[in-house]
């Protein structure tokens, strides 16, 4: 048991999270997005934030369109978190960026696992937390 958290532990999932807002102009999400990225990086368990540069444009999340405000995704960021602090993110990005948005969510560990999905109110986001956690425990936790 003590090995499987540990093995835990040092697996990191890189995450991308796109933000979607049918009434919000590209540049106020960009904003957004930019406010949030110090505080992210900030916080316990991020080793790496970025917003996603443009010329990664054609592994964007489905429904986004390849604009460029100062060279990146309008609303589209790439963090890279260890395991156990997954869900403390989500929550910490759900309480600043989710309010009646789209949220799009792809998450890849280093051990080769992969999850993908989306939420567009708080009960799919609840959902989608749950998913991504069990998605993520090994199988002897589940």
């Known amino acids: 048991m003590a090995n499987a958290l540990f093995n835990r532990v040092q697996v990191a999932v890189r995450m991308r999270i796109a933000l979607r807002d049918r009434e919000l102009g590209d540049r106020k999400l960009y904003a957004e997005i ?19 540069a443009v010329k990664v444009a054609p592994e964007m999340p489905i ?9 990146f995704l309008p609303a589209v960021l790439e963090a890279e978190v260890r395991l156990p602090y997954l869900m403390q ?3 910490f990005l759900r309480d600043r960026l989710f309010e009646n948005r789209t949220l799009e969510i792809t998450l890849k560990s280093s051990d080769g696992r992969d999850f993908s999905s989306q939420a567009s109110n708080s009960e799919e986001l609840d959902f989608l937390m ?3 956690d069990s998605f993520f425990l090994p199988s002897s936790e589940k």
């Open 130 to 132: 749950q998913e991504a």
């Open 89 to 91: 993110v989500l929550d």
């Open 34 to 52: 930019e406010q949030v990225l110090p505080q992210l990086r900030n916080r316990e368990g991020v080793q790496d934030v970025t917003l996603v």
């Open 63 to 71: 429904g986004m369109m390849p604009r460029n405000i100062s060279g």
